[in-house]
């Protein structure tokens, strides 16, 4: 029997739309930047909601967050920590 490491998941709400007017991001794709509700996670019952188990080996990558307190409401925003080889 083989075992398989599983990893659980909170999963962030997404915001559409760009933190700022004219934001620097923009310019620069390969940075992934996301933005999402501060402190908003998917319920695991929720309509939509992504998996909150997942097998270890399908993690990619890892993210950094930060904080947008430029916005009225505040806001989240990550960017991938995946090395882009050229």
Known sequence: MTERLLAEFRWMK???ISPVNDDP???FPELDVV???INEYW???EQG?????LPFDQI???VARGVVESTNPHMWITTSLDRHLS
Not at 49 to 53: E, L
């Open 14 to 16: 997404e915001v559409p």
């Open 25 to 27: 991001w923009s310019d």
């Open 35 to 37: 933005c999402f509700t």
């Open 43 to 45: 319920q695991p019952n």
């Open 49 to 53: 909601c992504p998996p909150i188990v």
């Open 60 to 62: 990619v990558c890892q």
